[in-house]
């Protein structure tokens, strides 16, 4: 089945260390995204892909950081200079074809920094 | 600057009611507005609409587009709980992809 995956689903850290949350996607598609999502409000952008070995800030990337070495991850971490880290996660891609603003999302990992 | 405003920001109604929601843009070069519903996951698409005027619908839900008065609506017929959701209006344009804030629905029973 094609689709993309996040892990975990749930993570827990302690606040001030580094956490890596994984964005996998079987689709071929070219373009990747994380977002944010806090509780009631919409998705804001953290950094984007549109292709391997190449990535662009949107507009919350402070405190994180992100790697694009293969077409199929693109990881983010979520670093101890954010401030407010605890938050919904989202993953999605875009394909480069007719419907290249069609968003999939993966499944979110929601992160509870204690 | 770029923007996507969604209202209302939230809607209470009761089951059966027809809500509307609405998604204005002002976007460079506008490419596509697409909806999505949300619950307590990833968001899941709804509509793609490129052209004015042409409705798109699926059950009980239908969009249309005004490219020249820039914006777009959803509607809701015979609204049931299940609908309670997050609906997101997302914009692309030829440099961008943009989330309005979203529009929280409630149905209550």
């Known amino acids: 089945d094609g689709g993309i995956t996040q892990s975990p689903k749930y993570l827990f850290r302690k606040e001030g260390q580094n956490v890596t949350l994984s964005c996998e996607q079987n689709?071929?598609?070219?373009?990747m995204y994380w977002y944010r999502q806090d509780p009631g409000q919409g998705l804001r952008l953290i950094y984007y892909?549109?292709?391997?070995?190449?990535?662009q800030k949107g507009d919350i990337a402070e405190g994180y950081s992100v790697s694009r070495e293969k077409k199929e991850s693109f990881p983010l971490t979520v670093t101890s200079a954010q401030k407010n880290p605890t938050a919904f996660y989202l993953c999605?891609?875009?394909?480069?074809?007719?419907?290249?603003?069609?968003?999939?999302f993966g499944p979110g990992t929601r992160l509870t920094v204690l | 600057e770029d923007k996507v405003v969604q209202s209302p920001l939230s809607l209470v109604v009761h089951e059966g009611d027809t809500v509307t929601l609405n998604c204005s843009y002002e976007?460079?070069?506008?490419?596509?507005l697409l909806w999505y519903k949300q619950e307590k996951k990833a968001p899941t698409f709804l509509f793609m609409l490129?052209?004015s005027g042409i409705e798109k619908k699926s059950g009980r839900l239908s969009s249309i587009l005004d490219k020249k008065e820039l914006f777009s609506i959803l509607n809701i017929t015979a609204t049931q709980t299940g609908d309670s959701a997050i609906y997101l209006c997302?914009?692309?344009?030829?440099?961008?992809?943009?989330w309005g804030a979203g529009t929280k629905l409630i149905i209550k029973p």
């Open positions: 999605a891609s875009t394909s480069q074809g007719e419907s290249t603003d069609t968003q999939y």
């Open positions: 689709l071929n598609h070219d373009a």
């Open positions: 892909s549109q292709i391997v070995n190449d990535f």
């Open positions: 976007v460079t070069n506008f490419r596509s």
């Open positions: 490129t052209s």
């Open positions: 997302l914009v692309g344009s030829n440099y961008q992809l943009i």
